[in-house]
C-alpha cells in the first residue's frame, strides 16, 4: 500500500467522520430545540399562574383586613348613639375598638361643631395605640388642628354610608401615613352628628402585601381609588399621584398604562419598561370591596431567565444521556414501574383523603336523633345521602331563644366542589342566625357571601329553604331561595304556597321576599332535596311528588316518615345508580295545650317613676303562685331590666308611649309579656358577654340581656305589626 493510498483512506475517514458529526450536531440541535421551547414556554406558563395565585392571596388577606374594620365600625355606631349624652364613655367605646382590632393604630369620634359646648366648637375624641401597645385618649380638635375643613371628614359625612378615605399624613395624632374608613352617626332625630372613623397605617398594610416575596424582585403596587399610590417598592413614591406625579413615557410599555388599566378597576398581565430600561411584567386586579383599590404583582423577566437557563443546563445532560439507548430504555422502564406505583398510591391516598372529607362534611350537619329529646314542643329527624364520596346537599337545625331555626340546601353540581360550598354555606348560616332572626336578612347575607365567592370558573350556587320556628306561638317565618317547597302534613297534606326567588349566590343583590304562616299543633314540615323527587329507576322513571305524597300519608313522626321515604326510594329504584345526592328533613311542631291558672296584665308609660308599680305587679304575681324569694327576686330583676331599656330606648326623647305587661301561668312555668309599640329592637341578637374577660377590656352593652337569659329560662323575641313583643319564661313546677 503506498503513502497516496494510505492519504486517501484517511482522508475518507476523516470525511466520514466529520459528516457523522455534523448529522449528529444537527440532531442534537433538533432534539433539544423542542423541547427547549416546550420548556421555555411552560416555566413562562407556571411562572404567570404561580404568580397570578399569590396576587389571589395577597388580595384575600387585604379583603379580610378591609372586612375586619367595616365591621368592627359599622357594629360600634349603635354604641356610640346611645352614648351621644355621655362624651367621656365615648372614650371606652374606642378604646375596646382599638383594644380589639390589630389593624387599628386609632380610632375617632369627630362631631359637628359646637355638639358639645363644653368642648367649644372643636370636639375630636381620639384613641391612639402606641407600638409598645399602650393606648393614649386624646382631644385632637383645635382652631390648629381644624378636621372639620379635612378630606376625610368632609367626605365621610357627605357619603352617608361607610368610605375610605384616599391616604394621607397624619401629624396630628397618629403621626404616620393613614387610609380612613369612617362612617356617619346620627341622632335621635336621623340628624348626622358625628363621624366614627378608625385609622390603618399605610406601612403596616405594606408589611402585609410584601411579606414573604416568592421571587427576589417581587414586589406589589396598590392604587386609591383616584391613583394616588398607597404602596411602592420605593418609599419616594407613596402618596403619589399616577396621573400629576408620573409621567407618561415610551409609549404602552410603560407602567403609566398598567396604571391607567388598574384605576378603570381592570384585571389583567402586562410587561413594561421600568424607569432603568428593565423588562417587568405584572399582574393587576381590583381589591372588591367599598376601597375602591386596584394591586398590582411586579417581578422582573430575569426571574423567568434564571429558570430558563437552569431548564436549558437539564436538557443538556438529558441529551447526552440520551446517547446511552440502552441505559435511557431502562431508566424509563424504572421511572415507568416507580409512576406506576406512585399513581396508585395517589389513588389510594385520594380515596382515603376523600372519606375522611366525607367524615368531616357529614360531622358539620347535626345527626343525633331524637334531636331535642327534653322537649315536649318539637321533634325532629333528618338524613343525608351523598351520590358520591362528598355531595352539595346540607341541612341544618339548631334552636336559640325558643326560636327552632332550620335550612336545607342543595348546592348546584356534584363531587369536591360541591361540598366545598356545602361547607361554606353552612358555617355562613350559622354564623348569621346566630345574631339574626329575620329569614330574609339570613338568606340575603348567605347569597352576598356566596354570590362574591362566585367566578366564571365555578358558576355554583345554592337553592335553600331557610326557616324560623316560633316554638310559643307555632309562628313560621320563612324565605325560599329557588328550592322545593316544603310539605305541610296535619288535617291534610299540602305544599307551602312559596314565592320563588333566585338561588342563593346567583345575583348578589337580589332582593328576597320573606314570608309566614301559623302552624297548627301537631302538624309536620317535611322539606327534600331534588334528588329524591327526581330519583330514577332502570326505566328511567322519576319517584316524583306523588310518591312522595303517598308515603307523607301514612306516616306521621319524623323518624318514621325519614325511614319510610329511603325504604320506598331503594324499592323503587331497583338498584340503578344514585345521581345525586338524597336529603330530607321532617320537623314535627308537638307543642302542647296547657291552661292557664294565673292570667294578669298592667301596663305603663314609659316613664321611670312607674318602676315600683311594676314591681308591685311581679311580687303580686309571684306571691300568688308562692314562689320562692330567690327566684321570685330573679324574676323581679329581669323583668325590670327590660321594662327599664323599653322606657329609655324604645321611643323617641320627650315622646310618651305605652308599655304593655301580662303575666300568665299554668302548671309548668310563669309566661311575662312585654310588649311596647317602640323602634325595632331584637335584644336576642345581641352576642353572648364573656364574663371571664375583665369589665375594662369588655365592649360596652350586653351586660343586661346576660342577666336575663341568667335568671330565666327562656327569653323570646317578635315584631308583629309594629311592636315589640318579648316573652320570658320560668318553670316553676
Known amino acids: 500500500m503506498n503513502l497516496k493510498h ?4 484517511e482522508d475518507l ?48 388577606q387585604i379583603q379580610e383586613m378591609i372586612t375586619g374594620v367595616e365591621t368592627a365600625i359599622n357594629n360600634s355606631v349603635w354604641a356610640v348613639e346611645h352614648r351621644l349624652h355621655e362624651p367621656d364613655s365615648i372614650y371606652s367605646i374606642l378604646e375596646g375598638l382599638v383594644n380589639q382590632n390589630k389593624w387599628f393604630v386609632g380610632a375617632t369620634a369627630s362631631f359637628e361643631p359646637n355638639y358639645f359646648p363644653q368642648y367649644g366648637r372643636w370636639c375630636e375624641l381620639y384613641v391612639k395605640r402606641y407600638p409598645d401597645g399602650h393606648l393614649e385618649k386624646m382631644q385632637l380638635g383645635s382652631a390648629e388642628h381644624d378636621y372639620l375643613k379635612s378630606s376625610w371628614y368632609l367626605d365621610g359625612m357627605a357619603a352617608g354610608q361607610g368610605h375610605w378615605s384616599e391616604p394621607y399624613y397624619d401629624d396630628f395624632g397618629a403621626g404616620t401615613m393613614l387610609c380612613t374608613y369612617s362612617i356617619p352617626v346620627h341622632d335621635a332625630h336621623g340628624r348626622k352628628v358625628c363621624l366614627l372613623d378608625a385609622d390603618i397605617s399605610i ?3 405594606s408589611e402585609l402585601v410584601n411579606a414573604n416575596p416568592i421571587y427576589p424582585s417581587s414586589h406589589h403596587i396598590i392604587l386609591s381609588r383616584t391613583g394616588k399610590i398607597i404602596v411602592a417598592p420605593i418609599d419616594s413614591l407613596v402618596m403619589k399621584t399616577i396621573a400629576n406625579d408620573i409621567s407618561r413615557h415610551d409609549g404602552e410599555s410603560t407602567f403609566y398604562q398598567v396604571a391607567q388599566n388598574m384605576l378603570k378597576k381592570e384585571s389583567g398581565f402586562m410587561s413594561f419598561t421600568d424607569l432603568e430600561g428593565k423588562e417587568q411584567y405584572t399582574f393587576y386586579e381590583p381589591v372588591n370591596n367599598n376601597t375602591g383599590w386596584s394591586i398590582a404583582h411586579i417581578f422582573s423577566e430575569k426571574d423567568i431567565v434564571i429558570k430558563i437557563w437552569l431548564t436549558t443546563a ?9 446517547l446511552f439507548l440502552l441505559c435511557f430504555l431502562i431508566w424509563r422502564t424504572i421511572v415507568s414501574m416507580k409512576r406506576l406505583k406512585t399513581t396508585q398510591e395517589q389513588k389510594a391516598s385520594i380515596q382515603s383523603e376523600l372519606k375522611i372529607a366525607r367524615n368531616i362534611q357529614m360531622s358539620l350537619l347535626p345527626k343525633a336523633f331524637p334531636a331535642y329529646p327534653n322537649r315536649d314542643d318539637v321533634d325532629i329527624s333528618a338524613s343525608v ?9 346540607l341541612y341544618d337545625f339548631y334552636i336559640r331563644d325558643e326560636k327552632l331555626f332550620f335550612c336545607i340546601g342543595d348546592v348546584s353540581g356534584k363531587g369536591v366542589p360541591a361540598s366545598l360550598v356545602m361547607a361554606i354555606t353552612h358555617t355562613v348560616f350559622r354564623n348569621v342566625s346566630a345574631h339574626e332572626s329575620r329569614p330574609y336578612l339570613i338568606v340575603s347575607a348567605m347569597n352576598s357571601t356566596l354570590a362574591e365567592d362566585n367566578t366564571d370558573a365555578s358558576d355554583l350556587f345554592v337553592t335553600l329553604f331557610v326557616g324560623v ?3 310559643p306561638t307555632g309562628r313560621l317565618q320563612f324565605c325560599n331561595a329557588g328550592h322545593n317547597a316544603p310539605y305541610i302534613c296535619g288535617e291534610t297534606i299540602q305544599m307551602l304556597d312559596v314565592v320563588p326567588n333566585l338561588p342563593a349566590g346567583a345575583i348578589a343583590d337580589w332582593q328576597f321576599e320573606q314570608q309566614e304562616i301559623m302552624l297548627d299543633a301537631q302538624a309536620m314540615i317535611f322539606l327534600y332535596t331534588d334528588g329524591l323527587s327526581e330519583a330514577m329507576n332502570p326505566r328511567h322513571e322519576l319517584f316524583g311528588k306523588q310518591r312522595i305524597q303517598q308515603v307523607l300519608e301514612q306516616n306521621t313522626k ?5 325511614k319510610s321515604m329511603f325504604d320506598a326510594v331503594h324499592q323503587f329504584t331497583n338498584g340503578e345508580i344514585q345521581n345525586d345526592d338524597i336529603t330530607m328533613l321532617a320537623i ?25 308599680q311594676l314591681n308591685r305587679f311581679i311580687s303580686d304575681v309571684c306571691s300568688t303562685l308562692r314562689l320562692h324569694y330567690s327566684i321570685s327576686k330573679k324574676i323581679l330583676l329581669a323583668v325590670e331590666e327590660i321594662v327599664v331599656n323599653v322606657i329609655d330606648y324604645a321611643y323617641p326623647r320627650g315622646k310618651t308611649g305605652n308599655i304593655y305587661i301580662e303575666a300568665a301561668a299554668n302548671d309548668e312555668r310563669l309566661k311575662v309579656t312585654i310588649v311596647d309599640s317602640g323602634k325595632f329592637f331584637d335584644p336576642t341578637e345581641q352576642p353572648e358577654v364573656n364574663t371571664s374577660v375583665p369589665g375594662e377590656q369588655r365592649a360596652i352593652g350586653g351586660l343586661g340581656i346576660h342577666l336575663v337569659r341568667k335568671f330565666m329560662d327562656s327569653i323570646n323575641y317578635n315584631r308583629v305589626d309594629g311592636k315589640n313583643i318579648l316573652t320570658l319564661r320560668k318553670k316553676i313546677k
Request: proline fraction near 5%.
Open 385 to 393: 345521602v351523598p351520590a358520591k364520596e362528598v355531595g352539595g346537599d
Open 469 to 471: 320556628l316560633d316554638l
Open 13 to 60: 475517514r476523516f470525511k466520514v467522520l466529520l459528516a457523522t458529526t455534523v448529522i449528529a450536531g444537527i440532531l442534537i440541535g433538533i432534539c433539544s430545540i423542542v423541547p427547549y421551547w416546550y420548556a421555555t414556554q411552560s416555566i413562562r406558563r407556571g411562572t404567570r399562574r404561580h404568580i397570578e395565585t399569590e396576587l389571589q392571596v395577597k388580595n384575600l
Open 558 to 562: 319524623p323518624t318514621d316518615t325519614i
Open 588 to 612: 314535627h311542631y308537638t307543642k302542647p295545650q296547657r291552661v292557664f291558672t294565673l292570667n294578669r296584665s298592667l301596663t305603663l308609660t314609659n316613664d321611670i317613676e312607674n318602676i315600683p
Open 203 to 205: 406601612e403596616w398594610l
Open 314 to 322: 437539564t436538557f443538556s445532560v438529558l441529551l447526552l444521556i440520551s
Open 6 to 9: 494510505i492519504k486517501y483512506q
